[in-house]
C-alpha cells in the first residue's frame, strides 16, 4: 500500500465524517447557540445599531439560518477532508514503524492520538464558550494562548509516537506505550499550569447553556475523529486486502 492510497481514503472518510459531525452539530450544537445568543441580546437590548449595508444600500449581513446551515457545513466538511488527509498520510507513517502495528491499527493509532492532542485535552484547558462569553479586547490574548496550547499538545504527542518506535525494540510495546503515555501526561499537566487561564465567563450567564454548548463542541469534535477513525478503517482494510489478493496473484503467476 502507498502513502498516495491512505490519502486519498483519508480524503474520502474525512468527507463523509464531516457530514456527519454537522448532522451533531446541527442537532445539539446549534439550540446551546441560540439561547447564547438570545442571552446577548436580552443584555443589549435597547442599543440600537445600524445595519450592515453596501453601497446600494441593501441588507449584507449574514443570517443565523445561513450560518448554521451552509456555513456550517461547509467549515465541517472542509475541516473533515484535511483531518481525514492528515490522519491518511500519518497511518501511513505509522505503518510498520511502530513494531508490528499493521495499516488498520496504525489508523486507529493516529485517529486516536489526533482527538486526544487536537481536541480532548485542549478542551480540557480551555473549554469553548458560546457567544456572548468573552471580551473582544481579549480575543487576541485568548486565541494566542489556545493554539498555544493545541501546538504544545500536538508537537508533545508526535515526539511520544517516535520515541515510542525507538522503544518498543528496547523494552518492548507495553513498557513502551505506558513510558510515552507517562511522558505526555507530565508535559502537558506542566504546560496547562504555567499558562495562564482564560476566566470570562459572566457570574450570570445560565450554566445549563455553558455545560450544553461545551458539551457539543466535544461532541461534535468527536464525531469527526470517530468518523474518520471508523471509515478509514474500513478503507484501509479493504484496500489491504486488495493489495494482499494482488500480491498472491502475482506470486502464482510467477510460479508457473
Do not use: C
Not at 490522519?87 to 489526533?114: D, E, M, Y
Not at 508537537?155 to 503515555?181: D, E, K
Amino acid at each position: 500500500m502507498t502513502a498516495r492510497t491512505y490519502l486519498v481514503n483519508g480524503l474520502v472518510a474525512g468527507l463523509v465524517a464531516g457530514l456527519l459531525a454537522f448532522a451533531v452539530a446541527f442537532a445539539v450544537g446549534e439550540p446551546p447557540i441560540d439561547e447564547a445568543i438570545a442571552v446577548e441580546e436580552a443584555a443589549s437590548a435597547g442599543v440600537v445599531e445600524d445595519e450592515p449595508a453596501t453601497e446600494e444600500g441593501h441588507n449584507t449581513e449574514v443570517t443565523r439560518g445561513q450560518q448554521a446551515g451552509p456555513g456550517l457545513a461547509t467549515a465541517l466538511v472542509i475541516f473533515g477532508v484535511v483531518l481525514g488527509g492528515i490522519t491518511g498520510i500519518g497511518a501511513a507513517f505509522a505503518a510498520g514503524r511502530l513494531g508490528r502495528l499493521r495499516p488498520v491499527g496504525a489508523v486507529a493509532l493516529v485517529a486516536g492520538a489526533g482527538f486526544v492532542s487536537y481536541t480532548l485535552v485542549p478542551w480540557v484547558k480551555y473549554p469553548p464558550n458560546p457567544p456572548a462569553v468573552g471580551s473582544e479586547e481579549t480575543l487576541g490574548e485568548r486565541t494566542a494562548l489556545f493554539f498555544s496550547f493545541v501546538s504544545l499538545s500536538v508537537l508533545v504527542a508526535l515526539f511520544v509516537v517516535m520515541l515510542a518506535a525507538r522503544l518498543i525494540a528496547r523494552i518492548g510495546a507495553t513498557n513502551a506505550v505506558a513510558v510515552t503515555v507517562l511522558v505526555y501526561v507530565a508535559v502537558m499537566v506542566v504546560g496547562g499550569v504555567a499558562l495562564p487561564p482564560i476566566e470570562e465567563v459572566p457570574a450570570d450567564f445560565p450554566a445549563t447553556t455553558l455545560y450544553d454548548f461545551r458539551v457539543s463542541a466535544l461532541l461534535t469534535q468527536g464525531t469527526l475523529w470517530l468518523g474518520i477513525g471508523l471509515l478509514l478503517s474500513v478503507l484501509t482494510a479493504r484496500s489491504e486486502e486488495r493489495t494482499l489478493a494482488e500480491a498472491r496473484r502475482r506470486a502464482e503467476v510467477a510460479a508457473l
